[in-house]
């Protein structure tokens, strides 16, 4: 899988978790790039050309977003197509890494709203069901 893609469709995830009630507050911004330098990053071995941890092409590519203003429905499936495509390379890190951030995210500005609960349960769902094809190929890889 390539890690640097994983992050930039990271990126467009958390836009669309965020900017999903139309603002994007300061204190949202700061707390994803926060989220980014303090947990992605130590977490983030690869490095791109320029010797840039990977983990920062999350926040660019939210950055990138958030100027371009596009619908949220489809930087929501980009990242749900992403995990579609690379289901059996996504590892425990990348789910929870996925998941506690999006839910940190979205309880910064007046906490989580029930339109960021449905982003965050689809892709609880979906990460849910990786699980059980991983289960269902490691078994049929045995046999």
């Known amino acids: 899988m390539n890690h640097r893609e994983f ?3 990271l990126g467009k995830f958390l836009y669309a978790v965020i900017d999903n009630d139309g603002i994007v ?7 994803l790039k926060s989220i980014v330098k303090k947990q992605l990053v130590p977490l983030e071995h690869h490095v791109d050309s320029y010797g840039t941890n990977i983990a920062f092409y999350a926040e660019m590519e939210f950055e990138v977003l958030e100027d371009s203003l596009p619908d ?9 197509e ?3 495509e690379h289901q059996l390379e996504f ?16 309880n910064v500005y007046l ?4 339109r960021e609960r449905v982003l965050i349960d689809q ?3 979906r990460l849910n069901k990786i699980k059980i094809k991983k289960r269902t190929q490691k078994i049929k890889n045995e046999n």
């Open 72 to 80: 949220i429905e489809v930087t929501f499936a980009s990242f749900m």
């Open 25 to 31: 507050s300061k204190s949202e911004k700061d707390r």
């Open 111 to 114: 906490g989580t709203s029930k």
């Open 91 to 106: 590892d425990d890190t990348m789910k929870k890494v996925s998941l506690i951030i999006s839910k940190e995210l979205s």
């Open 123 to 125: 892709l609880t769902k």
């Open 82 to 84: 992403f995990i579609e």
């Open 7 to 9: 992050y930039s469709e």
